[in-house]
T-cell receptor, first 112, second 110 residues
Framework: EAQVTQNPRYLITVTGKKLTVTCSQN?????MSWYRQDPGLGLRQIYY???????DKGDVPEGYKVSRKEKRNFPLILESPSPNQTSLYFC???????????FGPGTRLTVL | DAKTTQPPSMDCAEGRAANLPCNHS???????VYWYRQIHSQGPQYIIH???NNETNEMASLIITEDRKSSTLILPHATLRDTAVYYC???????????FGEGTQLTVNP
């Protein structure tokens, strides 16, 4: 089944403890991105990648890192999480920059 | 990308057609209209997109006015599972992101 998977689905952590949210897609898509969703602010793009080893900032990249060493994986790294990064995170992929995006199920992160 | 305006909420009876409007009066010639929906904090799901012609797929129809300043998403026979937030997005070729607004909360009632 074609899908985008994210892990973990739920995470509660404390300020400053490094964490990684994994994202993987099995559709051989070149394009992947991360979004966060907050009440009243909609979905905002954090980072995106147009192919292996090619990443760029989205609208709200501060406090996040990403890497794209393999085509299928696009992990989101929070080196020192803070409470304002408490949010619902979505990974998405598509086979080209402007084609329909397939979204993962989401990761609900709480930073205490 | 052009800004879109949607009603915050709509109701529809099960089995009837749901018509969701979207205004995008500042749309430019190379910008597409996309529709996604999100069911209760799940990942958004692509529905349909179009440039200027009307489009139809297995999920919905998209009607774009001739001046392209507005569009309507039609779910021909709404079911309870269609209850979701529907997002109308105008997307050009200058950016890589989907800019989601607040969308329309569609509630399908039995």
């Amino acid at each position: 089944e074609a899908q985008v998977t994210q892990n973990p689905r739920y995470l509660i952590t404390v300020t400053g403890k490094k964490l990684t949210v994994t994202c993987s897609q099995n559709m051989n898509h070149e394009y992947m991105s991360w979004y966060r969703q907050d009440p009243g602010l909609g979905l905002r793009q954090i980072y995106y990648s147009m192919n292996v080893e090619v990443t760029d900032k989205g609208d709200v990249p501060e406090g996040y890192k990403v890497s794209r060493k393999e085509k299928r994986n696009f992990p989101l790294i929070l080196e020192s999480p803070s409470p304002n990064q408490t949010s619902l995170y979505f990974c998405a992929s598509s086979n080209a920059r402007y084609n329909e995006q397939f979204f993962g199920p989401g990761t609900r992160l709480t930073v205490l | 990308d052009a800004k879109t305006t949607q009603p915050p909420s709509m109701d529809c009876a099960e089995g009837r057609a749901a018509n969701l409007p979207c205004n995008h009066s500042t749309i430019s010639g190379n910008e597409y209209v996309y529709w996604y929906r999100q069911i209760h904090s799940q990942g958004p799901q692509y529905i349909i997109h179009g440039l200027k012609n009307n489009e139809t797929n297995e999920m919905a129809s998209l009607i774009i006015t001739e001046d392209r300043k507005s569009s309507t998403l039609i779910l021909p026979h709404a079911t309870l599972r269609d209850t979701a937030v529907y997002y109308c997005i105008v997307r050009g070729t200058s950016g890589s992101r989907l800019t989601f607004g607040e969308g329309t909360q569609l509630t399908v009632n039995p």
